[in-house]
């Protein structure tokens, strides 16, 4: 089959063709519902599946690229052909997607002198050798391959950051070099220059936007007066940041916007179709003044919710897409007059099991030695969380002054909490009492990296000196915290465990050089997670391999592991009957379930941290909300014995969470 562009249309094979897509991240759902979430997009009227690539998921450091598991590109989109759906792929480089770094790698920033998306010979470099690590996947899976491959978008949305033609034809020729032949699209939202400025002939201009469709669309067709119209990017929702409400839009208002689109004979691609979640410590952030970590859930208010239940969007936008395709029949208790599914009960669970960050921090530790603060990213690592410690001499106490904190930092006298900073509110100094020679501890937690903006690829930890009454303070002990890894221990072999790998600080300039010297085959794999699933002899164990020295935020690893030494720890450790915790702790419970189904672990009365159900990291929680629940994919979930850990970073008024059968993501109202 062939794809291509005419003066008016798509062309599959010469004849009209409208693309109906849906936006699907694979690394924001867990493999094992790859399929489920596919088919509810045909379900619901769409012929494509659209997914950005999160180039620093694959690539956590230089010399490594991560096809396995929940990063198995081929097999998604082997599943999106298996269901008769084609494909539209965004490698970026940079994708946004309020991912963190908009999928950039940190290690791309080591060296100040990378030219991040723009035309500079080191920074294309990198991205020629990230695309020869694709083209293993994508080139045999285009269309004219017999693959689901349509279209491949180059950049996103560039014209709101730049204007360089050199740099876009630099990555136009390396897309087409690496043997790609669908067509290349751009995307920019219709306002001022930014859809000239986003793209170049080669690139088939496309838009971002998700009102006044018929306004934009005209704005479109001026800046491409031939081909196909299509919106990119139909935003039928939002993002929820730390701190804000749940963002949620009028299903009848948005889908009346798509009818307006689909009237006027435009493509189009629904953003999101379903949004799914921020796994691990993965969720992106925006700074424009004020800094917002990103939530945990990336529901977007999707025609499909976090969990994969059709919404009311998802009944509204199908009748309107009946209106123009052809839909498939809906099964039984897929229509929106099917009854409720029965209400699954709560189940109560009981952290009873706890252990400090102290009494455990020389077991995850890998201590350095600094006379002053470095960031995370300058020790070589991309962990959520740092612990720098040194001694004072407070007799008449003082004022702890810090130059800027990325993106909160607790401080702490000898174990006992003084104060938290926190970027969000501009925070730089402490009293510090008077307590004479102690040892202060200052645990920063990265809470996500900028997507969007300036401010991309900054480093993480304390930045600037540090310094007491204004003498700077010396002689630090620093250790990266990988918690997400510490954690990640005994389960069964079916999670996809999202974690990272560090890179050492002078990898870049010359590691871009040698990425492209590790060919991988790309070749499509058989479902990584199953409920038998043994050790592969041939993967890398999390817990005695390099990764298990060496993991940090970003790549989504699937491998059985031993127990780790927190939660070994925790096991072992005597039931606690306090009613309460004090954190920073690792805290552990035991609960049995009947079945394996969808979850959501409400922490009522938790202050702040992240949290895992069987050794997969849900992610972070925070009482400040919006949402009040993680949502617990099936997948990671046993009928019989369950382990749920939790960090907690403050306190808890309460050792009891539940499990429920629904989700809450907070207020809708600002």
């Not at 491949?152 to 950051?161: D, F, L, T």
């Not at 102290?358 to 300058?378: C, G």
């Not at 645990?443 to 991309?456: H, M």
């Amino acid at each position: 089959m062939r794809f291509a562009i005419g003066p008016d249309d798509f062309l599959l094979d010469g004849e009209p063709h409208r693309v109906l897509s849906g936006a699907l991240h694979y690394f924001r759902v867990h493999p094992d519902q790859w399929a489920d979430r596919i088919h509810k997009a045909r379900l619901m009227g769409l012929n494509t599946i659209e997914t950005y690539v999160a180039w620093n998921a694959h690539a956590p450091s230089p010399d490594t690229f991560d096809l396995t598991g929940g990063l198995d590109l081929g097999r998604f989109l082997d599943l999106v052909a298996a269901e008769g759906m084609h494909a539209i792929v965004r490698p970026g480089p940079y994708i946004c997607a309020e991912w963190a770094n908009g999928g950039l790698p940190s290690w791309l920033f080591a060296d100040a002198n990378v030219g991040v998306r723009r035309n500079e010979p080191r920074f294309l470099a990198a991205v020629q050798a990230y695309l020869e690590r694709l083209a293993p996947v994508l080139v045999p899976r285009q269309i004219d391959a017999g693959g689901p491959i349509v279209l491949v978008q180059v950049e996103n949305e560039y014209g709101a950051y730049g204007s360089d033609p050199a740099y876009l034809r630099a990555l136009l020729a390396m897309h087409r070099d690496i043997g790609l032949t669908v067509p290349f699209t751009s995307v920019d939202q219709p306002m001022g220059t930014m859809l000239e400025d986003g793209t170049i002939p080669g690139l088939h201009a496309t838009g971002s936007f998700g009102s006044r469709a018929s306004e934009r669309l005209a704005t479109l067709r001026r800046v491409q007066p031939t081909g196909p119209l299509m919106c990119s990017e139909f935003w039928d929702g939002w993002f929820d940041s730390w701190g804000e409400h749940h963002h949620t839009t009028s299903a009848t208002d948005s889908a009346r916007e798509l009818d307006a689109l689909l009237a006027a004979g435009a493509s189009v691609n629904v953003y999101m179709f379903h949004g799914g979640t921020n796994y691990g410590l993965t969720n992106g952030a925006n700074d424009k003044g004020v800094y917002r970590p990103i939530a945990t859930s990336y529901d977007y208010d999707a025609p499909l919710d976090e969990a994969g239940l059709p919404t009311p969007k998802f009944h509204a936008y199908r009748s309107v897409i009946e209106r123009y395709a052809p839909v498939p029949d809906l099964p039984p208790g897929f229509a929106p007059d099917a009854p409720a599914p029965a209400p699954v009960p709560d189940v109560a669970i009981r952290f009873d099991r706890a252990l400090s960050l102290w009494s455990t921090v020389d077991d995850i530790a890998t201590w350095t030695h600094h006379d002053d603060v470095p960031t995370v990213d300058a020790l070589g690592s991309g962990a959520g969380f740092v612990l720098y410690r040194t001694e004072v001499d407070l007799p008449a106490g003082g004022v702890l002054t810090v130059e800027e904190v990325r993106d909160r930092a607790q401080v702490f006298l000898d174990g006992r909490p003084v104060g938290v900073l926190e970027r969000e509110h501009h925070d730089h100094a402490l009293v510090l009492p008077p307590v004479g020679r102690a040892v202060l501890d200052v645990l920063v937690e990265d809470q996500g990296r900028v997507d969007y903006g300036v401010r991309i690829g900054e480093p993480k930890g304390l930045v600037g000196p540090v310094t007491v009454d204004g003498v700077p303070l010396a002689r630090w002990s620093v250790t990266p915290l990988d918690l997400v890894a510490a954690v990640a221990g005994p389960a069964d072999g079916r999670e996809a465990r999202h974690a990272s790998v560090p890179q050492p600080a002078s990898a870049v300039p010359a590691a871009v050089a040698s990425l492209g010297h590790h060919p991988s085959d790309g070749a499509a794999k058989p479902a990584a997670v199953s409920p038998a699933a043994e050790p592969a002899a041939d993967v890398p164990q999390v817990a005695d391999g390099p990764l298990g020295e060496h993991m940090t935020e970003g790549a989504v690893l699937t491998a059985p592991a031993p127990a780790l030494p927190v939660v070994a720890a925790l096991r072992d450790a005597r039931p606690d009957p306090a009613p309460t915790l004090a954190g920073p702790t690792f805290a552990l419970a035991t609960v049995e379930l009947d079945a394996v189904r969808d979850l959501h672990l409400a922490l009522d009365g938790f202050g702040k941290g992240v949290a895992w159900v069987n050794g997969f990291c849900l992610g972070r929680y925070w009482s400040r909300g919006p949402q009040r629940t993680l949502y617990v994919p099936a997948p990671v979930v046993r009928a019989g014995r369950n382990e749920v850990v939790v960090f907690e970073l403050g306190a808890a008024a309460r050792r009891d969470a539940v499990f429920r059968g629904s989700a809450d993501l907070g207020h809708t109202e600002a």
